[in-house]
């Protein structure tokens, strides 16, 4: 239960800070010094959408109580900040000046917040694999408990 809320809320917090810390708490450059919508700017439209996705699984994740689905959850919000990671430093990334507020604040605040989630979610994802492994295990113990009990009447 404490991990299923934990799990759940954390990642709803790290998907908003994705989808609206980009716009808001650590902004990407501002748009009035381009001619054309910067790569920055792309970068923010698309960490939105990402963003907004890792909040849902999140959301998900608060609500089943299945292990073997919150693994899969778990997993899918690893891939996702790796898809966060991707976007905001390679496809499409930010400005190449290196004096630009997106790659000051927005990349290094970003970065922080993605390795962080992903080290998370990695050690959230192996408790969950080790969970299932010992329910497992005492199942296959109750299970030869009640064969033996069988055998012996």
């Known amino acids: 239960m404490k991990n299923r809320i934990i799990g759940g809320i954390g990642q ?3 998907g908003a800070l ?3 810390g980009p716009q808001t708490i650590f902004k990407i450059c501002d748009q009035s010094h381009h001619s ?3 790569t920055c700017f792309w970068t923010g439209q698309a960490l939105i959408a990402v963003g907004i996705a890792f909040a849902l699984l999140g959301v998900c994740y608060l609500f089943f109580s299945d292990t073997h689905l919150r693994t ?3 997993l899918a919000s690893c891939v996702t900040v790796v898809l966060v990671i991707l ?3 390679v496809f499409p990334g930010m400005d190449e000046d290196s004096m630009m507020s ?5 990349l290094p605040t ?3 917040i993605s390795i962080v989630s992903l080290a998370l979610g990695a050690v959230n994802t192996g408790y969950l694999i080790r969970k299932k492994a010992v329910s497992y295990e005492s199942e296959a113990d109750g299970n030869a408990r009640h064969d ?3 055998i012996i009447r």
């Open 102 to 106: 997106c790659r000051v604040t927005t």
């Open 18 to 20: 994705v989808a609206v």
């Open 12 to 14: 709803i917090i790290v």
């Open 36 to 38: 054309t919508p910067s």
């Open 87 to 89: 976007i905001t430093n």
């Open 110 to 112: 970003l970065n922080f």
């Open 72 to 74: 899969g959850l778990s």
């Open 148 to 150: 033996n009990t069988q």
